[in-house]
């Protein structure tokens, strides 16, 4: 089932994604004359928590680091596989995990908005699911909110 749906970011139900120290791909002069305007959209399909859980397993990710990614998630896009947070800077965080495509420009839309990407992006961004500290939502701790659906649909992902 696809959907599209517009949130506000300053109503919290959406939080902004990825950041990792890296390369920065540059705004063109338009861009950075006129800026952008915080707009977040959920739109595609909304996985289950055990369906995003299966996608980080398969990725490679186990135990807790499987949790954590599970939690960090469904914060982040609550499990929406198209999700997009466009950033004042005009930068957009995309896809399930929120991947910033200022700070990951290796990662393309398609690789951003499709599951099994967006997965073994995540897999590679975190170190394996070792350092979760380039997602807003660990860094604010709005990933704990999730931590008890995420152990129960790790578990169901036999992770």
């Not at 996985?47 to 980080?56: P, Y």
């Not at 949790?67 to 982040?76: I, K, T």
């Not at 929406?80 to 839309?109: F, K, M, Y």
Request: proline share 3%.
């Amino acid at each position: 089932m696809k959907l599209s749906r517009r949130v506000s970011v300053l109503s919290g139900l959406l939080v902004s994604g990825a950041v990792l120290a890296a390369p920065m791909a540059t705004a063109s002069t338009a861009e950075q004359q006129r800026g952008c305007a915080y707009q977040s959209t959920l739109a595609g399909t909304q996985l289950s928590d055990v369906q995003l859980a299966q996608q980080a397993r398969n990725a490679g990710l186990h135990g807790q680091s499987l949790v954590l990614s599970v939690a960090v998630g469904l914060a982040e896009s609550a499990g929406w596989t198209h999700a997009q947070l466009t950033n004042t800077d005009c930068s957009r965080d995309r896809g399930l995990w929120q991947i910033s495509d200022r700070w990951h420009p290796e990662v393309s839309d398609g690789q951003a908005f499709d599951p099994v990407g967006a997965a073994r992006a995540m897999y590679a961004i975190s170190s394996h699911g070792s350092n979760w500290s380039p997602w807003v939502a660990y860094n604010n701790g709005s990933y704990q909110q999730y931590m008890s659906r995420a152990q129960a649909a790790a578990g169901q992902a036999g992770g």
